[in-house]
């Protein structure tokens, strides 16, 4: 069972240029996360929402939390090479947590 | 240590071999995650402990997957007969208990030849 979707799969766009990125649950999330990998390296932690409707502002990137709690976007201006990876949303079932398929992201100097 | 410290780095292991992939979490860590992720993919869910006790193991993917943490501390993840679909990253991940915030160490890259 796919409890989480994210979309697009992959993004290939021009340094500069701004892009959202989306994650969806047929359920509702207690919180999400947000989360960063690198070629190479582990997940790395961006952000956690937990409110419906929050904000949440990370220099360049914004991540926004459904009102219904079951979807997040995460917004990032001016994209920078350093901003490629995969970008992965995560969510807690059960005490485990479970990760969307993520979205393989590319800036392109 | 500092933060989740995964050994090998680097694996290569013939078809049929037996493996054994080490994660020494973050110190005072009570929960402590194992994953596999496929190149390109999420990270899949394998297993899960609190201290020594292996509370989900639904995810391990056959019965030749097998992990331990005899102490609570440091745990170990092995594959016996390995075959060329257990080539992947497998992830180790620890956290507090009670936060949903985890920390990943670099992987230990698996390759079945």
């Known amino acids: 069972t796919q409890l989480l979707e994210q979309s697009p799969q992959f993004l290939s766009i021009q340094e500069g240029e701004n892009l959202t990125v989306y994650c969806n649950s047929s359920?509702?999330?207690?919180?999400l996360q947000w989360y960063r990998q690198e070629p190479g390296e582990g997940p790395v932690l961006l952000v956690t929402v937990v409110t419906g409707g929050e904000v949440k502002k990370l220099k360049r990137l914004t991540f926004q939390f459904g009102d219904a709690r079951k979807d997040s976007s995460l917004h990032i201006t001016a994209a920078q090479p350093g901003d490629t990876g995969l970008y992965l949303c995560?969510?807690?079932?059960?005490?485990?947590?479970?990760f969307g398929p993520g979205t393989s992201l590319s800036v392109i100097p | 240590g500092a933060g989740v410290s995964q050994s090998p780095r680097y694996k290569v292991a013939k078809r049929g071999q037996d493996v054994a992939l080490r994660c020494d979490p973050i110190?005072?860590?009570?929960?402590l995650f194992w994953y596999q992720q496929a190149l390109g993919q999420g990270p899949e869910f394998l297993t899960y402990f609190q201290n020594e006790a292996q509370l989900d193991k639904s995810g391990l993917p056959s019965d030749r997957f097998f992990a331990e943490r005899p102490e609570g501390s440091v745990s170990t993840l092995k594959i016996q007969r390995t075959q060329q679909e257990d080539s992947a990253v497998y992830l180790c991940a620890s956290s507090l208990t009670g936060s949903h915030t985890i920390y990943f160490g670099e992987g230990s890259w698996l390759t079945v030849v």
């Open positions: 359920s509702v999330f207690s919180s």
């Open positions: 110190s005072g860590h009570v929960s």
């Open positions: 995560t969510k807690t079932s059960y005490d485990k947590v479970i």
